[in-house]
Nanobody
Framework: QVQLVESGGGLVQAGGSLRLSCAVS????????MGWFRQAPGKERTFVAA????????DHADSWKGRFTITRDNAKNTVYLQMNSLEPEDTAVYYC??????????????????????WGQGTQVTVSS
């Protein structure tokens, strides 16, 4: 059974930082490119960041470049999202997702939510002003 379990969300003041984690089980983690998406109330799910299965290649949405950083630890089957200088507009549910990239090259990643095979249940991030 595949499981993606996010943690690390919570309430933080504007200007603060959070580190989200996504622990993955039930699949060969090193085969999967990983992504983070977010969904604010009343809005569509939005791409935040993605990382290749090797971890050497990453992509961050322009809106969050310089503030958010995605990393992964294949030995721990975990992907992370470091979020700095948080703003009230960052309030959303954050989801991690896994995309089977076994035959797509070690540097592959995607920002397209419909390419991802598995999703976590999300973790709430609330930024107060």
């Amino acid at each position: 059974q595949v499981q993606l379990v996010e943690s690390g969300g919570g309430l933080v003041q504007a200007g603060g930082s959070l580190r989200l984690s996504c622990a993955v089980s039930g699949l060969t983690f090193s085969w999967y490119a990983m992504g983070w998406f977010r969904q604010a109330p009343g809005k569509e799910r939005t791409f935040v960041a993605a990382i290749s299965r090797s971890g050497r290649n990453t992509d961050h949405a322009d809106s969050w470049k310089g503030r958010f950083t995605i990393t992964r630890d294949n030995a721990k089957n975990t992907v992370y999202l470091q979020m700095n200088s948080l703003e009230p507009e960052d309030t959303a549910v954050y989801y991690c997702a896994a995309d089977n990239a076994a035959y797509k090259g070690s540097g592959y990643y995607t920002s397209s939510w419909n390419e991802y095979n598995y999703w976590g249940q999300g973790t709430q991030v609330t930024v107060s002003s």
